[in-house]
């Protein structure tokens, strides 16, 4: 079974082909960053023109790095949201022409959903899902923060999320604050490398009551980017400071304990196979090693998504279509995207 997958929910261009849900015979991916870095964050605008420029070139590749023909393939898939509604309209619409003129089935796809099952690709692709769930999994990126308890695939629950910025969104922030560039999160992970991340003590978001529905597992980072604003007004930093370090360092543990806890907190009340991690933020390299910490106290097995499917990718949307076995149930030719589709 061979499907086309195609993602432009935000500022990614990217196309793949997918066999069986599992083999990833491509995975082209066009990034926007340079686009974008001067504005500090994604521009709608630019975002959809780029996506309109680069799209057809994209999907061509990954068709040439897949060695098949489009009449091999049994279904187109897109995402369909959430994300941004004229970043999503691009893909979505070349993928019903691709549809149409091929007379194959399209699949819209839940970006969110990608991404939950992305820890599955890569190397632990010919692993059956059914082993590990249910699966607690953290989806952490610039525009989704959010604990989801995955059953099976297509049966999932919101567990708890963010009630302001993403965890990716807060980096982004705190690094703008820092004078460091975009993209956020890696400049600050690159800077907290030789910094002491107890060096100043910033909050950990939000902290619900175990016993509150409401607060019990979700997240909140704009208090702890208020505190780093206030605190660098009443200590400014100047050129060179040697207190970067430990300012990227604190804020950054900041970020990441308020992940890890919620997730530890979860673990207290339900009974999982195991526990992962996707999104953008999971390439976090001091997140992982506090997952791993996590995961080993819990003996339980840690799946977290490969580098390579943390942000966004279409072997994830061509790997959740294939899930879906009887397309024609699933024909999306006459849906339009959806920009706040819910993953339950």
Not at 206 to 219: K, S, V
Not at 245 to 257: H, I, R
Not at 270 to 287: I, P
Request: aromatic fraction near 6%.
């Amino acid at each position: 079974m061979l499907v086309l997958g195609i993602e432009t929910s935000c500022d990614e261009t990217a196309a793949a082909v997918v066999r069986d849900g599992r083999e990833i015979l491509s995975n082209v991916i066009y990034s926007q960053i340079a686009r974008h870095q001067a504005y500090g964050g994604v521009v709608p605008e630019i975002a959809s023109r780029a996506h309109v420029e680069v799209l057809p070139r994209i999907i061509e590749e990954s068709m040439t790095e897949a060695r098949v023909s489009w009449n091999d393939l049994d279904a187109i898939a897109a995402t369909r949201g959430p994300g941004l509604s004229t970043s999503l309209l691009v893909g979505f619409t070349a993928a019903k022409a691709l549809s149409l003129r091929l007379n194959k089935p399209l699949l819209g796809i839940n970006h969110l959903e990608g991404h939950a099952c992305s820890v599955f690709l890569g190397e632990r692709s010919p692993i059956q899902v059914s082993e590990f769930c249910p699966l607690l999994v953290l989806l952490a990126s610039g525009g989704h923060t959010s604990l989801v308890l995955i059953r099976a695939i297509g049966n999932y629950e919101i567990l708890g999320q963010t009630f302001d910025d993403a965890a990716g969104e807060a980096l982004d922030k705190g690094a703008k604050l820092l004078g460091l560039g975009y993209p956020g999160g890696p400049e600050i992970e690159r800077v907290a490398r030789d910094g002491n991340p107890d060096a100043v003590k910033f909050p950990r978001g939000l902290r619900g009551r175990g016993d509150d529905p409401e607060t019990r597992y979700a997240f909140s980072f704009s208090g702890l980017k208020t505190s780093l604003l206030y605190h660098l007004k009443s200590q400014p930093l100047q050129p060179g400071d040697p207190r970067l370090p430990d300012l990227a360092a604190s804020y950054q543990e900041a970020v990441v304990d308020t992940l890890v806890s919620r997730i530890d907190r979860a673990l207290d009340n339900h009974v999982v196979n195991g526990v992962g991690c996707a999104g953008g933020v999971a390439r976090n390299k001091r997140l992982r090693e506090k997952l791993e910490r996590l995961a080993a106290k819990r003996k339980l097995p840690l799946l977290l998504a490969a580098p390579d499917f943390c942000t966004d990718n279409a072997a994830m949307i061509a790997a959740v279509a294939s899930a879906n076995l009887d397309f024609r149930r699933h024909d999306a030719s006459e849906l339009d995207v959806d920009p706040t589709w819910p993953l339950a």
